[in-house]
């Protein structure tokens, strides 16, 4: 796994955004997969402003969201799909049609996660997603314990992960406790995977990907995935620099 250690999120935000209009400009009709969470921002930022200078083109790329609250769609302010939206959809000249996500108020959510399987097969698959990490190694919203043959489906979340999502809902209770998320092995199968990783909190996650890959630490499984990159700030290394002095 490739790590490329930068100096804080911001330019962390532009090194992921750089290997973004890297893949546009060798295949224009991408198809991405992307995440939510604060992590994500200095991302979205910089690639807004690069679409605002005409330095990127959205106009053929396809994304795929790689999760969503249950009880939350996209006509919900809460929901992961706005969060999106509201930092990069509606800044880029991304098509509508182009951007796919999960129904958090499906009648049938076994149905709507087994469309969305299949939806990401038809479009040929991911080819660049991008990730964040959960302070318990998260990814998506498969939590420790998950199975790394898990496919898109419901989960619960559980309560660190709640906490930590508390500042967009105003409260842990308002935090719904489930949601839908893409598989360990839904992710498993992007052609190239990148996770961004900023502040101390991330530390003890990140340094845990690194050793055996367990079920308890999601993000571990990486390790099995041959074209990972890893862009993390000096605070999230923290603990991998320790190991190695
Ligand atoms: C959400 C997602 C999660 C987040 C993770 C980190 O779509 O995929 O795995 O990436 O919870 O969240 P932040 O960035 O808020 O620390």
Request: charged share 30%; glycine share 8%.
């Amino acid at each position: 796994m490739k790590v490329i250690i930068v100096q804080n999120k911001k330019e962390g935000g532009a090194c992921a955004a750089k290997l973004i209009l890297n893949r546009i400009k060798k295949k224009k009709n991408t198809t991405f997969g992307l995440a939510t969470g604060k992590t994500m921002i200095p991302l979205y930022k910089k690639l807004s402003g690069l679409y605002k200078r005409g330095e990127i083109n959205f106009s053929r790329v396809r994304c795929f969201n790689l999760d969503e609250y249950i009880g939350f769609n996209k006509n919900d302010k809460k929901s992961n799909y706005r969060f999106i939206k509201k930092y990069f959809f509606r800044k880029v000249n991304i098509r509508e049609e182009n951007i796919f996500f999960l129904d958090g108020k499906a009648s049938d959510p076994i149905l709507e996660c087994k469309k969305y399987e299949e939806r990401i097969k038809k479009y040929g698959g991911i080819d660049l997603q991008i990730l964040g990490i959960g302070i318990n190694g998260h990814i998506g919203f498969n939590e420790p314990g998950s199975s790394f043959s898990s496919r898109t489906r419901k989960v619960m979340l559980r309560n660190e992960t709640r906490h930590a999502n508390a500042w967009l809902f105003g409260s842990f209770k308002r935090v719904p406790r489930y949601a839908l998320t893409t598989g360990i092995e839904t992710i498993l199968s992007a052609r190239k995977i990148v996770l961004l990783a900023f502040g101390k909190d991330k530390a003890a996650a990140v340094a845990a990907t690194f050793k055996r890959a367990t079920k308890q630490v999601p993000a571990s499984v990486l390790q099995r995935h041959p074209n990972v990159t890893f862009i993390i700030d000096r605070a999230a290394s923290a603990n991998l620099r320790q190991k190695s002095h």
